[in-house]
């Protein structure tokens, strides 16, 4: 499968004076994987479109503007450049479902924290016991069971359908902790946010892209196990670095960089940096281990933790351009003033 492989301008490391926030993520991130993109992008798109139109998840403007700003199939294909175009299809319609499903349970969860449970129930019964759905979310997310027990060995489809209730589950966490007045502990707020970060559902569908399903012991690897949570956390985290913004107007709880905010009572910009620095250690971290394992695994195990990295990268090159994170473009990096931050130690 062929990629287009495009250079996206990055701020200078070296102590730039940063006009706005986004500027400030780019001058001190690090960033070792190369932008790629698919070159079935915009046929995945139109794809995503049609299906979320079949299931009715669009039919409100409100839905189908948050859906123009989030482009779902930009980040599949960012996250999942090599796939071939079936599996990118299904990748892209279940970041649209989560989307979707995310914003909705938010929603509800903030306004009518009571509500939120038959929205989380049916996708329970869906997900571990096959039950029938019952609203449209319900019929997209069997449809989606579907498609991945149609593409994946039995095997991989029961890891993508315990990965995915493990997100629900999370966003009935993310509820509590919203209607809960008190400061979040910083523990707290990363555990609830690898719940609800909803990356490693993807994580089955890059190992359909491979070969072969990896052998349990290859799989199950303390190595593999580590490299997972390192790139599912990188990669949730760096979207939250240019949420922040969004994220602070809504009075949102569940971001790295507000985190470190409210732990701290840092300014903004000083929390997003504090986040950075963490983010910084998780992908060297990610690759002084995919160096160290590398020569042991099966081509399917490098091809699935090059799938893990895809997402790191692919995370970053859509936070940075998508029009959902465009506040982070538009705020300066101190309250009505720009600031010069030298680079930051790591």
């Known amino acids: 499968m062929t990629t287009a492989h495009e250079e996206v301008a990055i701020a200078p490391q070296d102590g730039i004076p940063a ?65 071939d175009s079936g599996l990118l299809q299904i990748v892209a319609n279940q970041i649209a479902y989560q989307f979707v499903f995310d914003d909705r349970a938010e929603e509800v969860g903030r306004r009518w924290p009571g509500r939120l449970l038959p929205m989380l129930c049916e996708s329970i019964g869906i997900l571990r ?31 993508w359908a315990w990965k995915s209730r493990e997100y629900v589950h999370g966003l009935l966490y993310e509820s509590v ?17 690898a719940l609800i970060a909803g990356v490693e559902p993807f994580y089955p569908l890059c190992e359909a892209a491979q070969s072969h399903e990896l052998a349990p012991q290859e799989l199950h690897h303390p190595a593999m196990r580590r490299l997972e949570r390192l790139s599912a956390d ?28 409210r732990a701290g009572g840092t300014s903004l910009p000083e929390a997003v940096l504090s986040a950075v620095r963490r983010i910084n250690r998780a992908i060297g971290e990610f690759e002084k281990l995919y160096e160290e394992v590398e020569p042991e695994l099966s081509p399917a195990g490098v091809g699935y933790v090059e799938g893990m990295a895809g997402w790191i990268r692919g995370c970053y090159y859509w936070s940075r351009s998508v029009p959902r994170y465009a506040d982070a473009a538009a705020a300066p990096p101190s309250d009505g003033e720009a600031a010069n931050y030298g680079a930051m130690p790591e």
Not at 129 to 151: F, K
Not at 178 to 190: E, K, V, Y
Not at 239 to 247: M, N
Request: charged share 20%.
């Open 19 to 83: 006009s706005h926030l986004k500027e400030l993520i780019d001058a001190h991130l690090y960033m070792p994987f190369p932008f790629l993109s698919h070159r079935h992008a915009s046929e995945a798109a139109a794809g995503v479109d049609a299906w979320l139109r079949t299931w009715g998840l669009t039919d409100s403007a409100e839905m189908a503007a948050m859906i123009s700003r989030t482009r779902p199939a930009e980040l599949a294909s960012y996250n999942s450049p090599t796939m």
């Open 129 to 159: 016991d096959g039950r029938p759905p019952t609203t449209s979310l319900g019929a997209a997310l069997a449809d989606l069971c579907t498609q991945v027990q149609e593409r994946c060995t039995p095997a991989q489809a029961e890891r």
């Open 177 to 193: 902790a919203q209607s809960d007045s008190r400061p979040l502990p910083m523990r707290m707020c990363c555990s609830i946010r």
């Open 234 to 261: 990188a990669a949730v985290w760096i979207p939250d670095l240019f949420s922040a913004v969004k994220e602070q107007r809504a009075g949102g709880m569940i971001n790295l960089a507000l985190a470190y905010q």
